[in-house]
């Protein structure tokens, strides 16, 4: 039975499906948006951050300089693209759109930059290691690592800080969250900067992995989305199990069932799932006011 | 009416102009040729996404799947030797049953979750595709069989891949037109408006977003075939996601549910491309900007916007304005108030119907969390009868009445009866089939819909569910006239609930009760927002409603208004009931006058001083 590395290798693919999960529901939650150009937001910065790494900077130092950046671009994002739309009525489905012209825009850019072939980025560390019977770059184990720390960093961060407390309350009712004097736009700002900061991290061993394209985001993103549905738009605790599972689901499918229906599989699990579970697993059904 | 007909032939007629100017004449070259025919049938696909975007609020990025389904379909159907006159509403239907299917299926989330699974049946169609070889030529693509037409007696060949997609084109807006405008749309606008306004009408928001999906699925299906004898060859590459986003680009840009907008957005992305030729990078950089610039400054869309500005120095200004000033009817005699009392009284019994059964609440208990809202709350409304619910601001009076009416699930709860039926195991779409109906503190009206409209869906889908056979002879428009008369809304009849001053909306909601016809109407602070006169008028639909025999379920803070017309009052005070009687026995009660005012008098006291 080869189902133990299989299920290894989910999991260490699910890590990055995990981190984009985690930012799109910050993002949602705080602003309503869901953020289809998150993942093109690491991918351009993964570029820049190859620039520098061309230029002799240290791997560690372009990453933590590609968090912040990541990080700053969603927040100017969020600035200059969402908050400007207001509150006008179906706005989720409007600032959504405007995300998914955000990311033909940037993907346009690095394109007309960069080109279109793939480049190879390098990663933080080489060789592999030996698990349970399967071998995997220690790289990819890395990501795994780092991303676990990262989550449980987040969930520091929401859990025990005050701020953290302040973002969780303007999450679950913005008006009172004002009126007991909360700064909603910062708190906006925040949120859009952790969201895509964690992307990027993903983006950055993503690339590794593979190489450097400008659609790099595309195939990883719509499995994050996956298991956002799975875990529910409203969870970070939900969001982080639905990327892992939605990793190992995939490998799973691609193993024993057939690698050309992948998508096809995972996304009528989903279905099935959100039968038995509308708001997903762990996720609340938003309910209206009268 | 006219103006619907109007618009209709000038759609029509600007199909032919152009299959004229370009298809006949032959003003322009091939190269033409092929762009009108791309721009036609992207205007097809570019309204299937408009068309449910404005009829539901949801932005589909899978409708590339259906034009796929409707492109492969036509191929090989045409491979059997069918002629495209059959393909056309086969390929429709099928493409609607999958519709309505998916849209079946995915209507039980929220329309966000709706939203991104349409993601997901892009995805998915691409690897079947992919892999149905024999249908689709796999990843290769497939050439365009010759397709046979029944009404030219041939094989048509590119050079008929114009006509075909502007007949395509205006049969398809033309239907679009009608369904949209008609009693269908008007339902879909009433939902897309107002969710919860419309379960209380009795629409079913899944049922109703699932055949809005369906249209839009038979939309873009005809797309596919258009395109499909257009272009000539088949791959998976044009019906990939980058296809669904400009679709959405198209959309955007040309803003929803218009047809220039559709005509101009398709223009859009499919001349931006022509324009930067061999420029990938920078028409995709064009697209996305101008995308992201029209929705932060013109979030409609470039048609919409253009027409409003048209628009906007000759009519809305004064309109608006005049809407300020209409109100009602100001009847100055005493006389004409008793008159319109007794008028409306009338009304309201000619249009209500009697009461049979009884509303029993008992034992009811709802908690948020560890919050307790309502505890053991019991109460009836014997049919006929008024009750009154009051007490002070978080008493529970609103969660009383959103249990009712099935937006909030009780804790536990012993009887939650309306006659023979237990109220909480029906869905709170079907209880106004039980007879349930309810007015909004805020009135709730819908946005999308004029006050003529909002009252014809309530006389018909709202009737229908609430009366059913018993529903008269009076047809919806016979009823929307007799309220529009009755309440003075005729001057307002064509407007747009937020161009109404809010006493005339409130007016307008109850307007919306009487036309649904409930047995049990649970009233939300009807009295609130109301001027004086309007006040009167409402009192007096009160009066009508409890001639006619219908139970009522008042919840109000004009504790005044409530006493005059109540049968019996129930005071509810932190989530309890804390006294229930007659009005006489309630304005006496201690616990009541604590409950509102404090501890401040002892009327006991002082009564017995007095005595």
């Not at chain 2, 762009?35 to 049938?41: C, D, G, H, S």
């Not at chain 2, 070889?133 to 114009?162: C, E, F, H, K």
């Not at chain 2, 509303?359 to 009154?388: C, H, M, R, W, Y």
Request: hydrophobic residues 55%; proline residues 4%.
């Amino acid at each position: 039975m080869d189902v133990i590395p299989v299920i290894v290798s989910g999991i260490a693919s699910g890590s990055a499906y995990a981190l984009l999960a985690l930012g799109i529901v910050i993002i949602f939650r705080s602003t309503d948006t869901v953020h289809f150009a998150i993942g093109d937001t690491g991918t351009l910065v993964v570029y820049i951050a190859a620039l520098a790494v061309a230029q002799g900077a240290p791997l560690m130092v372009a990453l933590v300089i590609s968090l912040l950046l990541g990080g700053l671009i969603g927040s100017a994002t969020q600035r200059l693209l969402i908050r400007p739309l207001g509150h006008r009525r179906n706005i989720v489905f409007i600032a959504l759109v405007v995300t998914i012209g955000l990311g033909l825009l940037i993907r346009a850019l690095i394109g007309a930059v960069w080109g279109h072939q793939a480049t190879p980025f390098p990663p933080l560390i080489s060789g592999s290691v030996s698990i349970a019977g399967v071998v995997i770059a220690a790289n990819k184990l890395l990501a795994t690592g780092i991303a676990l720390c990262a989550m449980l960093l987040v969930g520091w961060f929401f859990g025990r800080t005050a701020l953290g407390a302040a973002m969780r309350a303007s999450a679950e009712d913005p008006f009172a969250a004002r009126l007991i004097g909360l700064n909603a736009d910062r708190i906006a700002l925040l949120s859009w900067f952790l969201g895509c900061s964690l992307a990027t991290l993903a983006l950055f061993f993503l690339a590794a992995e593979s190489s450097l394209t400008p659609t790099l985001a595309n195939h990883p993103l719509f499995r994050a989305f996956a298991g956002v549905f799975l875990g529910g738009l409203t969870s970070m605790p939900g969001a982080v199990a639905g990327g892992f599972a939605i990793g190992v689901l995939d490998n799973l499918a691609g193993r024993y069932v057939s690698a050309n229906f992948r998508d096809t599989i995972v996304f009528g699990v989903i279905v099935a799932i959100l039968f038995l579970r509308p708001a997903g697993f762990m996720g609340a059904l938003r309910t209206e006011r009268v | 009416m006219k103006g619907d007909t109007r618009r209709r032939i000038a759609i029509v007629l600007v199909f032919v102009l152009v299959w004229v100017v370009v298809g006949r004449a032959e003003l322009v070259g091939d190269y033409g040729k092929l762009l009108a025919t791309t721009i036609a049938f992207n205007a097809i696909a570019v309204l299937s996404i408009s068309t449910l975007a404005g009829a539901t609020g949801i932005w589909s990025l899978g409708h590339t799947a259906f034009i796929a389904l409707g492109a492969y379909l036509c191929a090989n159907l045409a491979k059997m030797q069918i002629p495209l006159e059959l393909i056309v509403p086969a390929v429709a239907a099928a493409a609607a049953a999958v519709g309505y299917f998916l849209g079946l299926s995915a209507g039980r989330f929220s329309i966000l979750y709706f939203g991104l699974l349409t993601l997901a049946v892009a995805l998915t169609s691409m690897e079947i595709i992919g892999r149905m070889i024999g249908y689709t030529g796999g990843d290769q693509g497939m050439p365009m069989p010759p397709v046979p037409s029944w009404l030219l007696q041939r094989n048509l060949n590119s050079r008929d891949a114009l006509t075909v997609a502007l007949a395509l084109g205006a049969i398809v807006f033309v239907i679009t037109d009608i369904i949209i405008k008609g009693s269908r749309g008007r339902r879909w606008r009433a939902i897309k408006s107002h969710r919860m306004a419309s379960i209380s009408m009795g629409l079913v928001p899944h049922q109703e977003n699932a055949l809005a999906f369906a249209l839009s699925a038979a939309i873009a299906s005809a797309a596919g075939i258009a395109g499909a004898l257009a272009i000539g060859y088949l791959e998976p590459e044009s019906f990939n996601l980058d296809a669904g986003v400009m679709l959405i680009v198209a959309t955007v840009v040309g803003g929803i549910a218009s047809f220039w907008g559709a005509v101009l957005g398709a223009a859009f992305v499919v001349g931006t491309p022509e324009v930067f030729r061999g420029l990938h990078d920078v028409s995709a950089f064009a697209l996305g900007f101008v995308m992201v610039a029209v929705l932060l400054f013109m979030p409609r869309g470039v048609v919409p916007a253009l027409i409003a500005l048209l628009c906007w120095s000759r009519q809305r200004a004064p309109a608006a304005a005049q809407a300020k000033h209409a109100q009602h009817a100001q009847p100055d005699a005493a006389d004409d108030h008793e008159q319109l009392a007794q008028r409306i009284t009338a009304l309201a019994a000619q249009l209500m119907p009697a009461a049979k059964s009884a509303l029993v609440v008992e034992n009811l208990s709802v908690s948020f969390g560890g919050l307790k809202a309502l505890s053991d709350v019991s109460l009836q409304v014997p049919p006929g009868q008024t009750i009154g619910l009051i007490g002070p601001n978080g008493a529970g009076k609103t969660t009383l009445l959103n249990v009712l009416s099935g937006y909030v699930t009780s804790s536990s709860c012993k009887q939650l009866q309306l006659g023979q039926a237990d109220l909480a195991a029906v869905a709170h779409y079907r209880r106004l089939r039980q007879g349930f109906g309810r007015t909004f503190q805020h009135a709730e009206l819908f946005n999308e819909l004029t006050i003529r409209e909002m009252l014809m869906v309530a006389a018909s889908v709202g009737r229908t569910q609430a009366l059913g056979a018993a529903a008269g002879v009076l047809t919806p428009e016979q009823i929307t006239q007799l309220i529009l008369e009755g309440l003075d809304l005729n001057e307002v009849a064509e407007r747009f609930p937020d161009e109404l001053p809010f006493g005339i909306q409130k007016v307008a909601d109850i307007g919306r009760i009487l036309a649904i016809g409930p047995s049990l109407v649970a009233l939300d602070e009807p009295f609130s927002g109301l001027d004086h006169s309007e006040t009167r008028e409402l009192r007096a639909i009160l009066l009508g409603m409890k001639a006619a025999g219908v139970s009522i379920l008042i919840i109000d803070h004009a504790v005044h208004e409530v006493f005059n017309i109540a049968d019996q009052v129930v005071v509810l005070d932190f989530g309890q009931v804390i006294a229930s009687g007659t009005p006489r026995e309630i304005q006496r009660n201690p616990d009541v006058q604590r409950a509102y005012f404090g501890s401040v008098a002892h009327p006991t006291k002082e009564d017995a001083a007095h005595a």
